[in-house]
């Protein structure tokens, strides 16, 4: 009988993979196959340039070298335009995007069955820091997550009866935003629209979950109260 792959969960890489991913950071990596799944919670980056760096092809190398499966979620900071040419494949239960070998785009309102567990995946994020982008070059208008991922989204959940292990997100709803960014950022909170959505979501789906985890506000931030959420960056977690 073929043993069931482990899945473990980190935050943003920002097209540079290395100090989260590397064996001194994520030591459990010696013991796994391509089997196991490392999940990345948004903001890739390693499709950012319409003709591929060196560097980006040196990333995504080291990647596919590795001793496990990346899979990823978008975040904000991702040239969605390449994401959407992505070639794709049936993997986990569902369609996902081809990014290299064995790395894989999990795309927006999709519920995937990865190694025993039903995980639904809902990246998007919407981008504080427009004042130093350009639309098109280093920012790009699929960045929000709309009404129409909800819908899907909706749809997903209902297909599996309402009740998943896991719901990934880039960002997280306000319920859950509003405690995991920088203490010193808290005070200046405001909702963005891709954070209502994601609250639409947990209040009108009807979806049950065991946690759910996200990116985007670089901390490392467990739920104090419920143990309901995680917020990850550089840290890589076993779920």
Known sequence: MKKQGRIFVTGDIHGNPIQSLSTKNFSAQKELTKNDVVIILGDFGLFWSYRRTREESYFLKWLDDRNFTTCFIDGNHENADLLDNLQEKELYGNRVGIASHSIFHLKRGIVYRINGRKILTLGGAHSHDRVYRKWGESMWTQEEITDRDIKKAEKAIQDVGFEVDYIMTHCAPIEYAKYAMPKDMMGDYMPDG??????????????????????????????????????????????
Do not use: A, R
């Open 194 to 239: 891709s954070e209502e959505q994601l609250s639409i979501l947990k209040n009108t789906s009807g979806v049950e979950f065991k946690k759910w985890l996200f990116g985007h506000y670089h901390t490392n931030t467990t739920d104090p109260f419920m143990g309901q959420w995680q917020c990850l960056y550089h840290n890589v977690v076993e779920i």
